[in-house]
């Protein structure tokens, strides 16, 4: 069966222990987190969350969606954070694939670009 808890962590740690990511945010790891950011956050951080992609595949292994988002006020940043972010997921020992990445500005006027990523466990 699936777990959630388990992909959310792995993810947390693929990402918080990139230093060169770390390095581009407002609080270093304490800018990464899953689905909200606090409303004191800075101007760089990342949110992400895990979405579960139905039944298991022939080896009875899971696919997931792993979606990260890379916030900045500028928009040069914000690439320069989602650039770090694939570099973090290359340099993991988790398999992951990406899957698409996009610029966002929402209603609210918040600019971010948004990826990705699939993992299979």
Do not use: C, R
């Not at 777990?3 to 800018?31: C, E, F, H, M, Q």
């Not at 950011?37 to 039944?55: M, R, S």
């Amino acid at each position: 069966m699936a777990k959630w808890k388990p992909i959310s962590d792995l993810v947390y740690s693929d990402l918080s222990g990139y230093t060169p990511l770390i390095a581009l945010l407002s609080n270093g790891a304490d800018s990464i987190y899953p689905l909200i950011a606090d409303a004191e956050e800075k101007d760089k951080f990342l949110t992400y969350h895990v979405q579960y992609q139905g039944n298991p595949s022939k080896d009875g292994k899971y696919n997931f969606d792993v979606v990260v988002n890379a916030y900045a006020e500028k928009y040069n940043d914000a690439i320069q954070i989602a650039d770090a972010v694939t570099d973090a997921i290359g340099a993991a020992t988790t398999f992951y694939t990406i899957q698409s990445g996009e610029p966002i500005f929402n209603e609210q006027g918040e600019f971010f670009i948004q990826q990705t990523f699939n993992i299979k466990q």
